[in-house]
Structure formats: C-alpha cells, structure tokens
C-alpha cells in the first residue's frame, strides 16, 4: 500500500463568481474539475475497462464575502454502485462552506450489460460537480 497524494493550496480571488444583481452565483469545485469517462452511445458492445481501481477526495473551503449570506446550496449527492461510489456533501457553518467531494472506482473491468448504470453513474458525478451556491447581501 502506497500513502496517498496530498496537494494543498490556498486561492484568493476578489472577483470569482458571477454576479447577477445582490446574488453572487459561485461553483466551487470550477478550479478543482475531474475528468469523468464521457459515454456518448446509448448502447455498448465490449467491456468497460478503467485504468486503475482507484479513490479521489477533494476537500473545498469556501469563506463566504463580509455582507453576503448563504441563499441556495445544492443537495448532497451519493451514488453507491457494484462498480463505484460517488460522494458530494455540503456543509456550512456559520460564513464558511465545507465542500467534500469522493470518487471511488471499485472494480476495474465492467461487462457491457453494465453499460447504461456505469454511464448513468459518470453523468450524476458529472452533473452534480458543475452544481453552484447561491449567496446573497
């Protein structure tokens, strides 16, 4: 067993966001995309192979702007599947926001039948990574 990979960093942005008025419309995990397989076809024909079975975990910490408070924040998302599980959470505490986020891949090699559920599966992550918070002053 290997020890995880750890990256850190802190950003400060004075205009991240669009601003739509006295709402501020934030996605915050815009700097940290994941790049989810994309299935195109309805139907597949041959096995679905992954490079590796393989875990990824992003922690985001968000300091809403003195003046602004929380609005809307989108709902936890968890997919749990034979193949994998995806994660979302959302927890907020006062001006700051916790935003979690885990993709485990469990098995490596998917049968076609599997197909339309490991499809729907990258769709729902996929989806619910671009989600945005609402704040407003």
């Known amino acids: 067993p290997f020890d995880p990979l750890i990256v850190e960093y802190t950003i400060k942005a004075d205009s991240y966001g669009s601003r739509l008025g006295k709402l501020l419309v934030i996605k915050p995990l815009l700097l940290r ?3 989810y397989p994309i299935f195109t076809t309805q139907e597949r024909h041959y096995p679905i192979l992954f490079d590796i079975q393989s875990v990824k975990e ?3 910490r968000i300091t809403m702007p003195e003046g602004f408070r929380l609005d ?3 709902t936890d998302t968890r997919v749990k599947t034979e ?6 959470t959302y927890q907020v505490s ?3 926001m916790v935003v979690r986020r885990r993709l485990a891949i469990k098995q ?3 049968p076609a039948a599997q197909y339309s559920s490991v499809k729907k599966f990258f769709e ?3 989806a619910a990574s671009q989600s945005s918070i609402v704040l407003v002053n």
């Open 33 to 35: 995309v994941q790049n």
């Open 58 to 60: 992003d922690l985001t």
């Open 72 to 74: 809307e924040v989108p």
């Open 83 to 88: 193949f994998g599980e995806f994660d979302l």
């Open 94 to 96: 006062g001006q700051n």
């Open 108 to 110: 490596q090699l998917m």
């Open 124 to 126: 729902t992550a996929q």
